[in-house]
């Protein structure tokens, strides 16, 4: 596999659309899609993959087609969707569970004697945003979550029932020296690979990481690869500058909006995230100009504390 030593930027950001399914998604790489099933997959053992049609139809013409990032299957009947998210969607975890359970309704059911001899259906999502964010409850900062269908009190599995691991690369924080296991490996390469001047020692020793390295690896691209994966570069350093200017005009209008008013009301018209921010700051600033105020009065720090809700730690410091 060529490398380069002295420009840095040589290796594809794998977040975007072409780079992941080019890397997961093809026949001449896909030594790194069974090396990473195999690494993320405790219960399975994946020799070989069939990749499948990644357009799944509807049942009727009013539905939309669904499409599928990476999907193929194993030489046991076991099949995996691996998809990239960029962006935040609040319906993500509810399309996860639609694509997999159309993945079974589209399994034949019946083998030999055995009626729905059914395959189990895993689901892999690597997430550039928190999972936390539109799933209240889950733990905070967390980098992994698995799904899956059990009974409450005794643990026990149902029979090919779908599994869910999604990850949250944004959390994915640790140093090539602290990598523990090939689970972080695949994470450090998501997230990092696309800084890498040359490819790491450690790579050397596995078929899927020299094929991911391969794949991603953009002297090798085609013109017209490189032509879309600048196209599609562009596309998310613009939806980033987008979202990012419309978060901070809804924290500046929620900012504003916050000190008039004083209450916790959003923006009307659809900036959920930024005005929430917005006005959550907006509200912060007015109780700590009010303790200032009442602090100059004369106030103790206990009564102080109770008409704005501040810790008495933060009006001390005022």
Known sequence: MKTSKT???VYADPKIDFVFKRIFGSERFKAATIGLLNSLLDNVHVVDVTFLNTELSPETLEQKKCLIDVLCQDKSGNQFIVEMQQAKQVNFMQRMVFYASKLISNQTGLVGNNEYDLHPTYVIAFLNFDLEDIAPGLEKDRCSYHFKNTEVR???HLPASPEFHFYCLKNFNKSESEIANEEAYWLYLLTRSCTLED???????KNAFKAYFEASWLPGFSQKEVQLYNEQMINEIDRIGALEYARQKGRAEGHAEGLVEGRAEGLVEGRAEGHAEGLAYGHAEKSIEIAANLKKEGLS??????????????IVQL
């Open 199 to 205: 490819a790491p020692k450690w790579a050397g020793s």
């Open 7 to 9: 420009n840095p930027g």
């Open 301 to 314: 720090v206990e009564v102080i504390a109770k008409c704005t809700g501040l810790t008495p730690e933060q």
């Open 154 to 156: 005794s643990g026990l």
